[in-house]
T-cell receptor, first 110, second 113 residues
Framework: GIQVEQSPPDLILQEGANSTLRCNFS?????LQWFHQNPWGQLINLFY???GTKQNGRLSATTVATERYSLLYISSSQTTDSGVYFC????????????FGPGTSLSVIP | NAGVTQTPKFQVLKTGQSMTLQCAQD?????MSWYRQDPGMGLRLIHY???????DQGEVPNGYNVSRSTTEDFPLRLLSAAPSQTSVYFC????????????FGPGTRLTVL
């Protein structure tokens, strides 16, 4: 099935700093989504982005499907951005199966 | 809309006991799925369903059963709980037969002693 990698695994930022999170996948994808899991365990949709670029406030995402990666940009980070960021993909031989990456754990310190 | 709801929020079982985790959605979504999340790991797909009456296995299906008799409900059954099934369980749903934007329930934290 499709393999999903995320980098970096852990990230510590000073409040106000910018960051880029990366998601690599091993096969062509039909769909890709970014989630934020907050410290209380809730999973929050950030972007549904199988290709192209989207922006939502301080967050933006770009997926280059032909090169099999997606990037999540966080600008002017805030303490409320802390948590784990997951990308999830569906595609390749994992048709209809949504596979999650291992996540990037982000801590934003004041 | 309530979105995706899960019950119970917390559960403690003894080894060998059985139980059903409930999941319901009121968005008329066709696609529903169950994941487990273990400490330090991402979410792993247990079972999924592309519509009422249709279910299939995910990455880690052993020890779990599912059924989908209605569009709204997708219960997950543990027939004989084992300590290795201690985890947080998430249910998700999305519109349409094919994967679209997924919405997650709040999770059920299960401990098997």
């Amino acid at each position: 099935g499709i393999q999903v990698e995320q980098s970096p695994p852990d990230l510590i930022l000073q409040e106000g700093a910018n960051s880029t999170l990366r998601c690599n996948f091993s096969d062509s994808v039909n769909n890709l989504q970014w989630f934020h899991q907050n410290p209380w365990g809730q999973l929050i949709n950030l972007f549904y982005i199988p290709s192209g670029t989207k922006q939502n406030g301080r967050l933006s995402a770009t997926t280059v499907a032909t090169e099999r990666y997606s990037l999540l940009y966080i600008s002017s980070s805030q303490t409320t951005d802390s948590g784990v960021y997951f990308c999830a993909v569906e595609g390749g031989t994992s048709y209809d199966k949504v596979i999650f990456g291992p996540g990037t754990s982000l801590s934003v310190i004041p | 809309n309530a979105g995706v709801t899960q019950t119970p929020k917390f559960q403690v079982l003894k080894t060998g006991q059985s139980m059903t985790l409930q999941c319901a959605q009121d968005m008329n979504h066709e696609y529903m799925s169950w994941y487990r999340q273990d400490p330090g790991m991402g979410l792993r797909l247990i079972h999924y369903s592309v519509g009422a009456g249709i279910t299939d296995q995910g990455e880690v299906p052993n020890g779990y059963n599912v059924s989908r008799s209605t569009t709204e409900d997708f219960p997950l059954r543990l027939l004989s709980a084992a300590p290795s099934q201690t985890s947080v369980y998430f249910c998700a749903s999305s519109y349409g037969q094919y994967y679209n934007e997924q919405f997650f329930g709040p999770g059920t934290r299960l401990t098997v002693l």
